[in-house]
């Protein structure tokens, strides 16, 4: 029986890992769950798991806590992802919070020694370099969840220890592939959020949408599998089924496939070394035919470019793309600026934002900081 915590239990991931426990209830125990502000679905959820500790970020009066989930320690606050991440009993956390405010937490998990089950992209975008070197001394290496770093990393195990000389990543295209820069230009809320193939939060649908979260992911891989940025390699794969691919010297490329649904690289990553019944059906060869690639337009998308850029510049730059684009994303979705507004605004505050440092927690909240005020500042 695994013990695990789930932060961010309310949102897409969290949900689906919650499923997953449903389906496995012999495997594992759920011992703590956090959420933001979504109150009554993490009462719910409290309800069935009977966890025993539960977090909320936003403070909130005692008395609203349902009489019959009173056997629950309720947390409010930062503390609450704190005790959720390193106090309470559990072999496995879970990172499933969105932005930046996973970094601390999972920075807190591997701490107090935990295996971190890593959804959280920002975490290894803003501290990839705190984050791996924790890990590492606490002999604990981070097991992926984002379904791409999933992919890479069930090839690289099959690879038995041989390096490789390029990673593959895939990505879908998003809703705007086929669309020329004007129609990208004017896209609305409405349109961005029409993923073709996955199910997911807002933020990371919007920034699949501009192909920003591409450029999160190549952050991700660099740090995950310490590869420089020129050997990672952004392939468009509109079909979603090849989840990501490892070129080794010898020129054999291997691949994993296998539907885009979150709960596999989910339950990979919560019963690792071993593979769980997930309920997700292998994907129908026969039925898809053919499944096709492409190079990816840096010039529709250069969220591609701006984060290779990023990468080379080091120091805080990767913190303030994600924090520019976390600000202009959420300014995109109250419709306060274009859909082409977001990619300017992270060029422009990498630009005058340029040379901060990154060598502690603090440097990174502050670049990050200045990175979201910088963007609050610009009228376009
Ligand atoms: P959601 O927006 O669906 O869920 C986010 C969860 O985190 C919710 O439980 C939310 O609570 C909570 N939360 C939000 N903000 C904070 C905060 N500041 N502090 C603490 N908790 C917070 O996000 P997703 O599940 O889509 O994504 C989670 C992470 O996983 C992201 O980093 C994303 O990039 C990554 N990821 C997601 C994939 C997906 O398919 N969804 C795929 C690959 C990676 P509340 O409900 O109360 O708002
Ligand atoms: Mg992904």
């Known amino acids: 029986m695994k013990k695990i915590a789930i ?62 989930l009173k056997f629950c320690h309720w947390m409010t606050g930062p503390e609450a992802l704190k005790a959720a991440a390193a106090e309470v009993d559990a072999d496995q956390v879970l990172v499933s919070i969105v932005g930046i405010a996973g970094l601390r937490s999972v920075m807190d998990a591997l701490e107090a020694g935990r295996q971190v089950l890593l959804a959280n992209k920002e975490a290894l975008v803003t501290g990839g370099h705190l984050v791996t070197d924790l890990a590492r001394k606490k002999g604990r290496p981070l097991l992926p969840v984002d379904s791409e770093h999933s992919a890479i990393f069930q090839c690289l195990r099959a690879a038995d220890g041989n ?50 979260n591409k450029g999160l992911e190549i952050m991700e891989a660099r740090w995950l599998f310490d590869m420089p940025e020129e050997q990672i390699q ?61 190079k990816p337009d840096e010039e529709k998308f250069p969220a591609l470019r701006l984060a290779k850029e990023a990468l080379r510049a080091g120091g805080a730059a990767c913190t303030v793309f994600n924090g520019a684009n976390e600000e202009a994303v959420a300014a995109f979705l109250r419709e306060e600026i274009p859909f082409g507004g977001i990619a300017r605004r992270v060029e422009k505050a990498l630009d005058s934002l340029a040379g901060l440092k990154a060598d502690c927690l603090e440097d990174i909240l502050e670049a990050d900081r200045r990175a979201r005020e910088t963007v609050r500042s610009y009228a376009e």
């Open 163 to 212: 390096p490789a000389e390029k990673i593959l990543l895939t990505a879908s295209g998003g809703p705007f592939r086929t669309w020329n820069r004007e129609q990208i230009e004017k896209a609305t809320p409405r349109d961005a959020l029409k993923h073709p193939n996955w199910n997911m939060g807002a933020k990371i649908t919007v920034d699949s949408a501009s192909m920003f």
């Open 234 to 294: 952004v392939v468009v794969h509109p079909e979603s089924i090849v989840h990501s691919a490892v070129v080794f010297r010898d020129g054999a490329v291997l691949a994993q496939l296998g539907q885009p649904d979150m709960r596999v690289p989910i339950g990979y990553a919560m019963a690792f070394p071993e593979r769980l019944e997930t309920g997700v059906m292998p994907p129908d060869l026969f039925a898809l035919g053919a499944l096709t690639f492409e």
């Open 7 to 68: 932060l961010g239990s309310t949102g897409s991931i969290g949900t689906q890992a919650l499923d997953l426990c449903r389906r496995h209830p012999d495997r594992y125990r759920v011992t703590a769950l956090t959420a933001r502000s979504s109150r009554e679905k993490l009462f719910e959820q409290v309800r069935e798991f009977r966890p025993e500790m539960a977090g909320l970020l936003e403070t909130f009066d005692p008395a609203d806590i349902p009489e019959d």
